[in-house]
Antibody, heavy 117, light 107 residues
Framework: EVQLVESGGGLVQPGSSLKLSCVASGFTFSSYNMHWIRQAPKKGLEWIALIYYDSSNKYYADSVKGRFTISRDNSKNTLYLEMNSLRSEDTAMYYC??????????WGQGVMVTVSS | NIVMTQSPKSMSISVGDRVTMNCKASQNVYNNIAWYQQKPGQSPKLLIYYASNRYNGVPDRFTGSGYGTDFTLTINSVQAEDAAFYYCQRIYNSPRTFGGGTKLELK
């Protein structure tokens, strides 16, 4: 059974940093592209980052480019999102997702990040 | 960047009705569209990929269609459990932009 479990969220002050993790199980993690998507409270979905299965390519939404870094450790079946210079508008539920035919085939349960002073 | 526009923003439907919702891309995205369902308090779930392919286990009352810039998600004989938000997404190329969503409510 595919499982994606996010962690590392919490309440942080504007300008600070946070690193999210997503531990994968139930599939060959090293064979799949992985994504991060976020959802601000009561708002729609926003795709924010993609990393290829072998880390050879990474893509970002304009809203996070230069501040967020996606990475992975295939030996630990873990996806990461390092977030710097956090702003109030980064407050959201953050989901990791496993790619399927270029879609988000399976989503984790999400982890909440709140940026507030 | 390509903008995905969904309409209507919300709709109220009776059980058993047929519902159609739309997704329009600002540029040609060929068939590179996915549809997702998100129920309250849950993570989104993939329904349709490549515009018209049903994902594993998705009931056949869900049908996706369209090509180029205009896409449609149709639910035949809506069930109570279909009350949710529905999102389209441009796939294949990045950024993988989502539409703003359509809220489906049951009367």
């Amino acid at each position: 059974e595919v499982q994606l479990v996010e962690s590392g969220g919490g309440l942080v002050q504007p300008g600070s940093s946070l690193k999210l993790s997503c531990v994968a199980s139930g599939f060959t993690f090293s064979s799949y592209n992985m994504h991060w998507i976020r959802q601000a409270p009561k708002k729609g979905l926003e795709w924010i980052a993609l990393i290829y299965y072998d880390s050879s390519n990474k893509y970002y939404a304009d809203s996070v480019k230069g501040r967020f870094t996606i990475s992975r450790d295939n030996s630990k079946n873990t996806l990461y999102l390092e977030m710097n210079s956090l702003r109030s508008e980064d407050t959201a539920m953050y989901y990791c997702a496993k790619e399927y035919r270029y879609s988000e085939g399976y989503w984790g349960q999400g982890v909440m990040v709140t940026v507030s002073s | 960047n390509i903008v995905m526009t969904q309409s209507p923003k919300s709709m109220s439907i009776s059980v058993g009705d047929r519902v159609t919702m739309n997704c329009k891309a600002s540029q040609n995205v060929y068939n590179n569209i996915a549809w997702y369902q998100q129920k309250p308090g849950q993570s989104p779930k993939l329904l349709i990929y490549y515009a018209s392919n049903r994902y594993n286990g998705v009931p056949d009352r869900f049908t996706g269609s369209g090509y180029g810039t205009d896409f449609t998600l149709t639910i035949n004989s809506v069930q109570a459990e279909d009350a949710a938000f529905y999102y389209c997404q441009r796939i294949y190329n990045s950024p993988r932009t989502f539409g703003g969503g359509t809220k489906l409510e049951l009367k």
